[in-house]
Structures are given as C-alpha cells and as structure tokens.
C-alpha cells in the first residue's frame, strides 16, 4: 500500500510539476508577444512623432519670411503717413 500510495503522490507530483511547466511557457509565450506588441507600438509612435515634426516644419512659416511681410507692412504704413503729414492742414479738414 505504501508502495502505491508513493507511486500516486509521485504522480501528483510530476503533474503539477508539468502543469507549473506549462504553464510558465504560456506566460513567457505572452510576454514575447507583448514585448513583439510594444516594439511596433514604439515603432509607431517613433513614426507619427516624426510625421507630426515634420508636418509643424511645414506648416511653420518661415522667420525670415514673417519678418519680410512685416517690413514691408511697415514700409507701407510709414508711406502713408508720410503723405498724410505732408498734406496741408486744410485738406485733411476737408
């Protein structure tokens, strides 16, 4: 009897043996694929951080043209005003 019941309790014990086995192979075969999952993820989001730069460097104006635009706006003003001082007096009343 001891003798059987040695052979059952080293049954049981090979598997559960077997059983925490498989199933830490499952878990480790999880993580592969949730490590696989965040590779492309960052892959991903390297990706569109990239895109987003370069669609802000496009649609960004340019420094030199807005300062451009600006001189010009003010050369534009300071003509104007320039001519309005020059006018007599009496023609601005009018």
Do not use: F, Y
Not at 20 to 45: F, G, Y
Request: proline share 2%; glycine share 2%; no cysteine.
């Amino acid at each position: 009897m001891s003798d059987e019941a040695g052979s059952v309790a080293a049954r049981l014990w090979r598997d559960r043996a077997q059983l925490r086995e498989e199933e830490r192979n499952d878990a480790q075969a999880r993580l592969r694929i949730a490590q696989e999952k965040v590779a492309i993820l960052m892959a991903e989001n390297e990706r569109l951080e990239a895109e987003n730069a370069r669609l802000r460097a496009l649609h960004a104006p340019d420094e030199s043209v807005i300062q451009a635009e600006t001189d010009l706006q003010m050369e534009a003003l300071r003509g104007a005003l320039q001519s309005l001082i020059a006018q007599p007096m009496n023609r601005l009343n009018a």
